[in-house]
T-cell receptor
């Protein structure tokens, strides 16, 4: 079964540093998403991306966050200057159409 | 926005027992998915079920969209079923397949 692949699986970074989380979507999928899950809490929507632009973003997705598809295949989430409260599991999800999203295995980000 | 409530929050079972997990949502939905989050944190798709009933092995799910709830049935539970079960919905009128998750049910199956 095709799958969404995320790298790295775990990243530790110092507060104030920039991080880039990477996702390889399923090949024929057109809709891309990032979600995050703070430890012990529910999964929250961050941003959706379609046709090379952001289609919707949540209040969490402030100016410190950005997304792009730099090479037409990878889908990345950049956090410009990490804060302690950015520590969470970040999930990439992709969908062929507006149904049935497939989630990656997640990247656990720890900010120290 | 739409509210998603899952119950029970925690459930402890002996291996072999059956269980029912419930997901209530506050508004009409276009889409609904059930996920299992394993101990490593991965979100595994269980069902895409905006309405009707589906079965996959020991698991089945039913969504009654008109009454705004979905049920996930686990029969003959195994220790590997342990983890958190999430329901996630996309409210009607959405254009981006943005999923709103419930807080989950933490299932522990003891041998």
């Amino acid at each position: 079964e095709p799958e969404v692949t995320q790298t790295p699986s775990h990243q530790v970074t110092q507060m104030g540093q920039e991080v880039i989380l990477r996702c390889v979507p399923i090949s024929n999928h057109l809709y891309f998403y990032w979600y995050r899950q703070i430890l012990g809490q529910k999964v929250e929507f961050l941003v959706s991306f379609y046709n090379n632009e952001i289609s919707e973003k949540s209040e969490i997705f402030d100016d410190q966050f950005s997304v792009e598809r730099p090479d037409g295949s990878n889908f990345t989430l950049k956090i410009r200057s990490t804060k302690l409260e950015d520590s969470a599991m970040y999930f990439c999800a992709t969908a062929q159409g507006l149904i049935l999203a497939f989630f990656g295995q997640g990247t656990r980000l720890t900010v120290v | 926005g739409i509210q998603v409530e899952q119950s029970p929050p925690d459930l402890i079972l002996q291996e072999g027992a059956n269980s029912t997990l419930r997901c209530n949502f506050s508004d009409s939905v276009n889409n609904l998915q059930w996920f299992h989050q394993n101990p490593w944190g991965q979100l595994i798709n269980l069902f895409y079920i905006p309405s009707g009933t589906k079965q996959n092995g020991r698991l089945s799910a039913t969504t009654v969209a008109t009454e705004r709830y979905s049920l996930l049935y686990i029969s003959s539970s195994q220790t590997t079923d342990s983890g958190v079960y999430f329901c996630a919905v996309e409210s009607s009128g959405g254009s981006n397949y943005k999923l709103t998750f419930g807080k989950g049910t933490l299932l522990t199956v003891n041998p």
